[in-house]
């Protein structure tokens, strides 16, 4: 297999019909290491919206339990490239992440910021900063475009940019008017940056931080308060980057794919995990939680997502599961699978449930 290869194979498929199957390769085969990177990034600038990081801050869920977050988000956000949106994992985690988004009062706006993040941070990473062995081009942006425009669909989230270029604008415009300290922002952000030194051996735990801190743009360093990176050090984790590209440029392409489940620092289930007790369960939820709240006709037919015998299980958190201790309060009529669903967000009403997946 020659380097290029999974890049020609990329630009005989459709930005639009295939933009699942690009974004697999992209993550799996040509830029693994750098759409992680790029991804946790784009989920760290989220933490500088006081109204996203204040909620973090207040759930624990991103201090008391910052490696089970890590890997949570990790397996759902990696469970639906791999396996799309097709019955199976990938459905499975888009419905859990529904789930989870929809026991709190988000706003519209901040369902978009995040997604604009997604969609921004890896063309940033491997184009604007230079850090990619090679660019993506207007197709493979347009590619991730249209599947990060997918799951907003799927997300319930109303008026979606529907170009790179919106989404870059919105993620500008929306940083510039929101980027605010709180101290539950800077608290996730401190528990994250912490957890990222663990990855490293503990001799190297100091500059892995300093180098940590260098690539975050000053727009961050400002809104969180930390002390600002040396002008040396911006500059040795630039050139490290970029002298890393090089060296990958040089590499044989990677011809088996490396998936998110497969990735070291993903520790919290060592025996293998369930897609349905990924993540939070509000502690005061009293409904069942395998049925989305979003419930798109395109995608779970008419009559909904699973069957009522499926429906008919019980809450884990009532069940005694170990989130159902520490986990926080649900705002009154949000639960996601109960009838003030809508009240949430942008979720659709609910409908009720069938199964696809026989």
């Known amino acids: 297999m020659k380097r290029f290869d999974w890049r020609d194979e990329i630009h005989r498929l459709d930005a639009e019909a295939d933009c699942v199957r690009i974004m697999q390769i992209l993550n799996s085969h040509e830029f693994p290491w750098d759409m992680g990177r790029a991804l946790g990034i784009a989920l760290y600038r989220t933490y500088a919206v006081p109204s996203i990081g204040e909620l973090l801050g207040k759930t624990d869920q991103f201090t008391g339990k910052t490696q089970k977050r890590y890997d949570d988000t990790a397996l759902i956000l990696g469970n639906m490239i791999r396996h799309g949106f097709d019955p199976g994992k990938g459905r499975d985690s888009l419905r859990r992440m529904n789930q989870m988004h929809r026991s709190y009062d988000i ?24 850090y990619g062995w090679r660019k993506l081009s207007d197709h493979e942006i347009g590619a991730i475009t249209h599947y990060y425009r997918k799951l907003g669909k799927y997300m319930g989230i109303k008026d979606i940019p529907e170009t790179y270029e919106g989404f870059r604008d919105l993620l500008d415009n929306y940083e510039r008017d929101h980027f605010a300290y709180t101290e539950g922002g800077r608290k996730v952000s401190d528990s994250t940056l912490d957890l990222m030194v663990t990855f490293y051996p503990p001799r190297v735990a100091g500059l892995a931080r300093k180098f940590s801190m260098a690539i975050l743009d ?39 794919p490396l998936w998110a489940d497969m990735n070291p620092n993903i520790r919290s289930y060592p025996k293998g995990y369930d897609v349905d007790q990924l993540g939070t369960f509000p502690a005061t939820c009293p409904v069942q939680h395998n049925v989305d709240p979003v419930a798109h006709e395109d995608l779970y037919g008419k009559e909904g997502d699973r069957p009522a ?20 309060a649900a705002p009154a009529g949000s639960c996601p699978a109960g009838t003030g669903a809508a009240d949430a967000g942008p979720a659709e009403t609910i409908k009720n449930p069938v199964d696809e997946r026989a």
């Open 218 to 256: 000053e727009s961050l360093i400002t809104t969180f308060r930390y002390d600002p990176p040396s002008k040396a050090m911006r500059k040795s984790a630039d050139i490290a980057l970029k002298l890393r590209a090089k060296v990958v440029r040089r590499m044989k392409p990677r011809e088996e």
């Open 309 to 328: 015998e499926a429906a008919a299980e019980s809450c884990p958190a009532d069940a005694g599961s170990a989130e159902a201790g520490s986990a926080e």
């Open 107 to 130: 706003s519209n706006d901040d369902y978009r910021y995040v997604l604009s993040t997604f969609v921004v941070m890896p063309v940033r990473w491997l184009n604007d900063y230079g």
